[in-house]
C-alpha cells in the first residue's frame, strides 16, 4: 500500500451502491481528453491545464506554509528532494503518536469527495469507520460523489448552495474559476496557515510547497493538499506476452517500437499492443514540452506550436491505421481496458504511477514498466503532474473553533509514514480490518473494503512506497523506474499560475484540441489538419492564454 487508502462512492452519506474504477487504477490515467460539463458559468473539466493563482481577492498575497520535514523511519531505499519516493518494507506497527491534543469535540465531521468504486460499508458494520469516530472524537459522514457523476453534480452542487462544511475536490478535476468560487463559498486558511503560523498544526507543515500550490488561489491559502508523487503517466507492460513474442520491453527508437508493436499483435488470438490512445507518450518521446515552455524572455508558447507536434500525432495514427490497436479502442473505458491487460489480451496500457500491482488483487500479477526513450535521436522528456490529488476546503466560516477542529482534522490525516495516526489511517481495527502475519500488519478483505470512505484521500503529505500485499517486488520496481526518469522530468512553467482566458475558455479550448488530435487518430481526418486545429486554438483564446501567463510570472 502506499501511505493511506480508501474510495468508494455515490451522492449519499453511505452505504450507496455504483461502480466504478479504483483510483489506483485510475491516477492521471490517459483517455481520449477531457470531459467537459457546464453549469451555468461553471465549467469542469478533467485533466485540463492552467489553472493557479488569481489576483489577490480575499487580501493581500501570503507566503506558503513553511516546510518543516517530517521526522521518518529510515527507509529500505531512500528517495530524495526530486520526488523519488522513500520505500520500506512493512508499515511499523510501534510508530510514536504525532497528535497529542484531542482532535473532535464529539460533532459530526461532513465531507464531499470522489470516490470510484463499491461504497463502503454502512458504519453500524464498519469497524475501520467506527475505529476513526473513536479515535478522532468525530462522527464522520461522508457524502460520496462517484467519478462519473462528479463531473455535473458538484456545479450543481455549487449552483444550489448544498455543498456540506468540508469539501475535497480533486486537483484533475480542474473547476473553472476556482479562484473566484474560493473567495466566494470556502473559508480563508491564510491566517492560520501562512508561513510559520503552520506550525500549529506540525504535520501539515510537513507538506511539501508544489503540493500546497494547488490550495493557494488568489494569492491566499484555501486548501489543504493531499500530496501526490511527482510523476505522471508511464507506459506499463505485459511481461508475459514481451517473453511470447521474445521483443524487450524497453525499446529504445520509435522503429524499435513500431516493430515491438507488430510483434505483439495477434489478430487470431485476439491480442492488441495497445487500447488507447498514447497521445502523451508520443509527446514525450519526442521531447515536447510539459504543456507549455518559457522562453528566457519570459514568453509562454504551447506545446501545440512544438514543430514535433504533428508529426508524434501522426506517427500515432500510423500505428492506429497498422491495427496494433484493440478494435474497440475507440469507445473501450478504463475499466475494460484494465481487464484486458489483466488477461493478457492487450500488451501495453498508459496509466499513472502505481497504476499496478500495489494491491492484494495484484498479487499474481506480473507486469513491467517501460523506460522512456526518445523518436529518432530525440532526448525524451516525463512529464510531471501537479503534486496534489485533491485539495479539501472549509466552507466560509469566521467560527473559530469550526477553523480550528478542521484544521486538527487536516493535521492528523497528514501524520507522517511511520506514526501511530498514519497506522491507524491505513490498517484500522487489528483482527477485523488487518491481521499481522511474520510480523506484518496486512489488510483483510474485509478492511479493504471498509477503507472505502475516502476520507484517507482528503489530505495527506509525503507518499511512500511500502506495499507488503502487492506484487513481489513492486516497490523496488517502481522505485528504479522513477529513479530511471528522474533527470528527464519536466514541469509546467504555467502549472500554478493564473489566466483569466485559461480559466473561462480554457476547458472547450482543450477540448477542441482533443477531437482534433482524436479525428486524426482514428483516421478520420489528415495530420495535416491539426495547423487548423492549432491556430484555430490561438485565434479563440490560446495566444491570450499565453500572454496572461507571461504576465502573471512576470
Not at 455515490?10 to 453549469?39: N, P
Not at 515552455?293 to 514535433?308: A, Q
Not at 500495489?358 to 510531471?384: C, K, N, Q, Y
Not at 489511517?425 to 510480523?439: L, V
Request: hydrophobic content about 40%.
Amino acid at each position: 500500500m502506499t501511505q493511506q487508502r480508501g474510495s468508494a462512492f455515490g451522492l449519499t452519506t453511505a452505504g450507496l451502491t455504483t461502480t466504478g474504477v479504483s483510483r489506483r487504477t485510475l491516477l492521471k490515467g490517459s483517455l481520449f481528453g477531457a470531459a467537459v460539463v457546464a453549469f451555468g458559468s461553471q465549467v469542469l473539466t478533467a485533466c485540463s491545464t492552467g489553472g493557479g493563482a488569481a489576483p489577490a481577492a480575499g487580501g493581500p498575497a501570503v507566503p506558503l506554509p513553511t516546510y518543516v520535514e517530517p521526522v521518518k523511519p529510515p527507509p529500505l531505499l531512500a528517495g530524495n528532494a526530486e520526488g523519488l519516493m522513500d520505500v520500506y518494507g512493512s508499515f511499523p506497527m510501534d510508530g510514536a503518536r504525532t497528535v497529542t491534543e484531542p482532535v473532535g469535540d464529539g460533532g459530526e465531521f461532513e465531507f464531499l469527495v470522489m470516490t470510484y468504486g463499491q461504497p463502503a460499508p454502512p458504519v453500524e458494520e464498519n469497524a475501520y469507520w467506527q475505529t476513526l469516530n473513536e479515535e478522532l472524537n468525530l462522527e464522520i459522514k461522508p457524502v460520496l460523489v462517484p467519478y462519473a457523476d462528479f463531473a455535473t453534480k458538484f456545479p450543481a452542487l455549487v449552483a444550489a448552495d448544498d455543498l456540506p462544511p468540508v469539501v475535497s475536490v480533486p486537483v484533475y478535476m480542474n473547476v473553472s474559476r476556482l479562484p473566484e468560487l474560493a473567495a466566494a463559498q470556502f473559508t480563508d486558511l491564510s491566517d492560520h496557515l501562512s508561513g510559520d503560523a503552520v506550525k500549529k498544526y506540525p504535520n501539515l507543515a510537513g507538506i511539501q510547497e508544489y503540493a500546497w500550490l494547488n490550495g493557494y488561489l488568489g494569492g491566499r491559502i484555501y486548501g489543504v493538499p493531499k500530496s501526490d508523487p511527482v510523476f505522471g503517466g508511464q507506459m506499463y507492460t505485459k511481461s508475459d506476452l514481451f517473453e511470447a513474442a521474445g521483443v524487450s520491453e524497453h525499446p529504445e527508437s520509435f522503429d524499435e517500437l513500431t516493430e515491438t508493436l507488430a510483434a505483439l499483435t495477434d489478430t487470431t488470438a485476439g491480442v492488441y499492443a495497445l487500447a488507447s490512445p498514447i497521445t502523451d507518450f508520443m509527446l514525450q518521446m519526442h521531447g515536447l514540452p510539459n504543456k507549455w515552455s518559457r522562453g528566457s524572455d519570459g514568453t509562454f508558447t504551447s506545446s501545440y506550436e512544438h514543430p514535433d507536434f504533428i508529426p508524434a500525432i501522426e506517427e500515432m495514427a500510423a500505428l492506429y491505421a497498422a491495427g496494433y490497436f484493440h478494435p474497440d479502442t475507440a469507445t473501450m473505458d478504463k475499466t475494460q481496458r484494465d481487464s484486458l491487460f489483466r488477461a493478457s489480451k492487450i500488451a501495453m496500457t498508459y496509466d499513472g504511477n502505481r497504476a499496478f500491482g500495489i494491491i492484494a488483487d495484484d498479487r499474481e500479477l506480473v507486469f513491467g514498466m517501460m523506460r522512456s526513450f526518445g523518436a529518432d535521436g530525440a532526448t525524451p522528456t516525463h512529464w510531471t503532474g501537479g503534486g496534489a490529488y485533491a485539495i479539501t476546503m472549509l466552507k466560509q466560516t469566521d467560527d473559530a473553533a469550526a477553523i480550528d477542529r478542521f484544521l486538527k482534522v487536516m493535521n492528523w490525516l497528514a501524520a507522517p509514514f511511520g506514526s501511530a495516526e498514519s497506522f491507524i489511517a491505513s490498517y484500522g481495527a487489528e483482527g477485523s480490518d488487518y491481521t499481522i502475519e511474520d510480523g506484518v500488519a496486512i489488510l483483510t478483505e474485509q478492511g479493504q473494503r471498509e477503507q472505502d470512505l475516502g476520507f484517507g484521500y482528503i489530505a495527506g503529505g509525503p507518499q511512500i512506497l511500502c506495499n507488503p500485499q502487492g506484487a513481489p517486488g513492486v516497490d523496488t520496481a517502481i522505485y528504479e523506474w522513477q529513479e530511471s526518469v528522474i533527470p528527464l522530468l519536466t514541469g509546467n512553467p504555467a502549472q500554478h499560475l493564473y489566466s483569466a482566458t485559461q480559466n473561462s475558455k480554457g476547458g472547450s479550448l482543450e477540448q477542441a484540441m482533443t477531437d482534433a488530435i482524436t479525428a486524426v487518430f482514428l483516421g478520420r481526418e489528415q495530420a495535416s489538419s491539426l495547423q487548423t486545429a492549432v491556430a484555430t486554438w490561438k485565434r479563440n483564446g490560446g495566444d491570450k492564454i499565453a500572454g496572461e501567463y507571461g504576465e502573471a510570472d512576470a
